[in-house]
């Protein structure tokens, strides 16, 4: 096994804080080029900005990180295109690294799965954000918009939302939301709904359902999943979500929007969302795991209140 590089070095020293208390955090940022790396409880999760195969000594080198944060498996994900081919898989990982594992962020737990699109199940720069979520849901009724595994809404189930509904467009991650809610047993506090999130606030304003919170995280670009449906772009279509959104949200509500769009930056974002007509502040970010010192965090997020 090699040596564990000296960047690969420095950045685990930055981080030793949130290795002690973290078993979920970003180990690799910007520190290595054309690769990030997460760790996922038991399992490292790398990420590859670069079309040319991982070379032998970089898969080493993955070996050696893992032996520093005392775990034991590797995957290797190639960030493909998905515009371009959106079909289209590269992956490696060490020997016998589980295809499925669980990990744990504060005191709930995930299914990671490798073999589902680029992430394993967990987008660790939202970490901050699910603590605040969790800080701020008790007594709420929370719809989660663009649930993927439905974490923000287990956040708020735990947190002591009275009423926690996952809305997504893929039936698998819906599927994937009720088997983490099952794992720690918060089933009877969360509903999953298979509809497009637009046609889902459309049918609370015929009905005027209202929530307490509401959470957005949306994709940047998406195509239409179903007949009624459009292809969504971020920059174009969250500020009228955003309105539609705030029409079923109760006085004294809030609504939690991000986004990891790389189009646009915190002020060109904060100038869309200042138009929808509610007090906006800004939210937390990501965790100290994300940032650098020369670039503006890719995740930009707000706090709307009503």
């Known amino acids: ?27 690799l940022h910007r520190e ?5 790396c997460d760790r996922f409880d038991t399992v490292c999760w790398a990420y590859w900005y670069s079309e040319a195969d991982p070379s032998d000594e970089i898969r080493s080198h993955l070996d050696a990180l893992c032996e520093a944060v005392g775990v034991h498996h590797w995957h290797l994900h190639g960030m493909s295109d998905r515009g371009k081919d959106p079909q289209h898989r590269r992956h490696w990982s060490s020997s016998e690294a ?10 709930l737990c995930f299914v990671m799965r ?17 603590r605040w979520v969790r800080e701020h849901a008790s007594g709420r009724r929370v719809a989660n918009l663009f649930s993927y595994t439905g974490a923000f809404g287990l956040a708020a189930a735990s947190g002591g939302a009275t009423q926690v509904e996952q809305i997504d467009v893929s039936r698998s991650y819906l599927d994937w939301s009720a088997e983490n809610a099952q794992l720690n047993e918060l089933s009877g506090h969360t509903t999953e709904a298979r509809v497009d999130a637009g046609l889902f606030l459309q049918g609370c304003r015929k009905r005027n359902r209202q929530f307490d919170a509401i959470i957005c995280d949306p994709p940047s670009f998406a195509r239409a999943s179903r007949r009624g449906t459009a292809t969504w772009r971020v920059v174009d279509d969250l500020p009228r979500l955003v309105e539609m959104a705030l029409e079923s949200l109760t006085e004294g509500g809030w609504m939690l929007v991000t986004s990891n769009h790389e189009g ?3 002020t060109q974002m904060a100038d869309g969302l200042a138009k929808v007509g509610a007090r906006v502040e800004p939210a937390a ?10 670039d503006e965090s890719l995740l930009k997020g707000f706090i709307l209140w009503r």
């Open 1 to 27: 096994m090699s040596e564990l590089p000296a960047d690969w070095q420095s950045a685990l020293r930055r981080r030793q804080a949130l290795l002690t208390d973290e078993r979920c955090l970003r180990l």
């Open 32 to 36: 290595v080029p054309s690769l990030r």
């Open 98 to 107: 589980p295809v499925e594992w669980r990990a744990t962020e504060a005191d």
């Open 114 to 130: 490798a073999d589902r699109g680029q992430s394993p199940g967990l987008f660790l720069d939202q970490r901050i954000h699910r």
């Open 264 to 266: 646009w930056s915190q």
């Open 285 to 294: 970010g990501p965790g100290g795991d994300f940032e650098t010192a020369e």
